[in-house]
DNA sequence: ACCGAACTTGATGCATCCGTCAAATTACTC
DNA sequence: GAGTAATTTGACGGATGCATCAAGTTCGGT
């Protein structure tokens, strides 16, 4: 027992190691890998048994949400500068997009997040949160700039993120090609009208936690014998 | 033995049964859920055992090449149908490009056919191919007319619907709204300057088959006790 | 030095899915 | 109607991954 009273008891030492050991490794593979990379490796990793990372984390989103966010805040706030770099209205907007998506094409983790693969992370999804009102304000600007298209609205940019993960598993680099057709497109001078409206409240809600079943797996040809 | 004295032994009655029911269930389950779905389960759709099916196809590919070519070449037929119902060559270019889009959506085998996620299918790899080939005719008269920006390239259609197959997960109808901001931004007129190349043969070639892991899996929280 | 609490282990159970095999069944020919 | 070869069965083994638990180990206060 802790002799100042205090009824929280203080870890033991090697229990504070063990969490700092899976924490590192956590951040190491979901970097490398996503946030939905097997457990156990992270156990591994950490040269802890399965069992302790379950103890110490319940579930992998107790992990996730232990580990990720302070990741991901200090990338954001990282594109956040790289924006304000800017003056003009529009490069704002779109550096600061173009910012989180190059770091999203080399952090899996980072990927995952904005993309939200996950529920039941709510400080992720805090982060996350604040990330997207940010690139909203950005946004706003650049329309009032008369820019950025006026039919552009918040929950359009998990579009721009869900493509640029997608189009990120392809080749290294082509997801550059990719958003600067998108970026292109959603100049005002390049506005058409919309087929259909926006993501409403519920399904970007839904789209931003279930994530339907990105398809797993890879495609190659199985092992044969 | 045949008659007919030929070496190639007809199948038996319920040899033929089992290959058609597999074939029909395996239609099914690949366009509701995926060329990925599980192979016990069109056996067991089919009324038949698993071992059955690799008796019969021996490989996911060869099942996946036996039935759904005809599925997809058939899909595509309509789309270029739907294509050339337009004399604008931009509408033309923009309309099959929508509607193989709007198959994709509704049909998880041709999305997945189009976004090449397996290898070893010839027969479905050609039909693709013809596809594309195709779109770039489309895609080269929009150019010529001065419509298309200049610098899309065949190997730009994986972009368009590797983010259509993305965005179609989201919620059942926004994939419209991001193949628009895509299409604005290849309009020749909204074209600015691009920060990459396309992507080279090989690359193509690696994109279209290999598929670097798609991420897999639903996020839900897992069932917890 | 000792004792109880906290911690860790790693084996275990569960579930999913793939691919194979010897044995049983079926259909076709004579 | 019987023989035989093709066909189907369904249990099996292997692999992966999640989550748990009893048992053993280590810590830290007294």
């Not at 998506?101 to 990927?111: C, E, G, H, K, V």
């Not at 999804?125 to 949160?129: H, K, L, N, P």
């Given at each position: 027992m802790p002799t100042d009273g205090s009824t929280r008891p203080v870890l033991r030492r090697d229990a504070q190691r063990s969490?700092?050991?899976l924490t590192a490794a956590a951040i190491e593979l979901f970097t490398e890998r996503g946030l939905d990379c097997p457990l156990d490796e992270i156990a591994r990793r950490a040269g802890v048994s399965p069992g302790t990372l379950y103890h110490r984390f319940g579930t992998r989103e107790a992990l996730i949400d232990a580990v990720v966010p302070e990741l991901a805040a200090?990338?954001?706030?990282t594109a956040v500068q790289y924006a304000e770099a800017n003056s003009d209205p529009w490069e704002r907007f779109a550096r600061y997009v173009e910012k989180i998506?190059?770091?999203?094409?080399?952090?899996?983790?980072?990927?995952d997040a904005?993309?939200?693969r996950y529920d039941d992370t709510p400080r992720l999804?805090?982060?996350?949160?604040e990330a997207f009102d940010r690139a909203w304000t950005y946004a706003e600007q650049a329309q009032e700039a008369g820019?950025?298209?006026?039919?552009?609205?918040?929950?359009?940019?998990i579009l721009l993120f869900t493509a640029n993960?997608?189009?990120a598993r392809l080749a290294p680099d082509v997801w550059r090609r990719g958003l600067a057709f998108i970026l292109d497109g959603l100049r005002a001078s390049a506005a058409h009208p919309l087929p259909v409206g926006p993501l409403d409240s519920d399904q970007l809600a839904e789209a931003m936690h279930h994530t339907p079943e990105p398809h797993t797996g890879t495609a190659r040809a199985r092992t044969r014998r």
């Open positions: 969490i700092e050991k200090e990338q954001l706030d998506s190059t770091m999203m094409a080399s952090d899996s983790a980072l990927s904005v993309t939200r999804s805090a982060v996350c949160t820019q950025l298209r006026a039919d552009f609205v918040t929950g359009d940019f993960a997608a189009h």
